[in-house]
């Protein structure tokens, strides 16, 4: 199975400051298949990012993806309050289709 | 619009199996595949299994491998997930999801099954 290791675990941030989050895969992935989502508390995962760099429908500019093989990165741009989540990556190359273990990003 | 939407909480003790539904409208049931995820308290989604409904074929994670049946019924364009052998860590909220045209990501989600293992 590919194994994505997220860092940090915990940032912490103020609005108006980017956020830089990184996801590192155990190999590379396929397509570069490479997805993000946003999980706030009790809901389910919103996708953010496909294809390591494509914005999904309605996510806003300031959401960003790149990175390619082993090593992406999800920027975040003036940080707003309701930012403040659990990120996560998830390969979609090979399967098993897995996910990372998460980013809690705090908005200070 | 595309909506998923699961069956309710359930609670059972070890050893037990439990069968979640998802039953899909808004699409064309055949033309894209259905995948169950599944999140346990405080952890990230871990991938399950995926179907395909046009035929029932299905790609299950290893660490599923046996525990786990997918299934599908078209005449009521509803999938489900059938876990044998529960287990306390098997204590989760089990989501259905699925993609979008030309997306490699989940678009689209349940709203989520709590099951609970616990004797």
């Known amino acids: 199975d590919i194994v994505l290791t997220q860092s940090p675990g915990t940032l912490s941030l103020s609005p108006g400051e980017r956020a830089t989050l990184s996801c590192r895969a155990s190999?590379?992935?396929?397509?570069?298949?490479l997805a993000w989502y946003q999980q706030r508390f009790g809901q389910a995962p919103r996708l953010l990012i496909y294809?390591?760099?494509n914005r999904a429908t309605g996510i806003p500019d300031r959401f960003s993806g790149s990175g390619s093989g082993t090593d992406f990165t999800l920027t975040i741009d003036r940080l707003e309050p309701e930012d403040c989540a659990v990120y996560y990556c998830q390969q979609f190359g090979t399967s098993p289709y897995t996910f990372g273990q998460g980013t809690k990003l705090e908005i200070k | 619009q595309v909506q998923l939407v699961q069956s309710g909480a359930e609670v059972k003790k070890p050893g037990a199996s439990v069968k979640v539904s998802c039953k899909t409208s808004g699409y064309t049931f055949i033309s894209y595949h259905v995948n169950w995820v599944r999140q346990a308290p405080g952890q990230g989604p871990e991938w399950m299994g995926i179907i395909n409904p046009a035929d029932g074929n299905t790609n299950k994670s290893p660490q599923f491998q046996g525990r786990v049946t997918i299934t599908r019924d078209t005449s009521t364009s509803t999938v489900y997930m059938e876990l044998s052998g529960l287990r306390p860590e098997d204590t989760a909220i089990y989501f259905c999801?699925?993609?979008?045209?030309?997306?490699?990501?989940?678009?689209?989600w349940g709203q989520g099954t709590l099951v609970t293992v616990s004797s």
């Open positions: 294809g390591a760099t």
């Open positions: 190999q590379n992935i396929n397509n570069n298949y």
């Open positions: 999801a699925r993609v979008a045209t030309g997306v490699k990501g989940f678009v689209h």
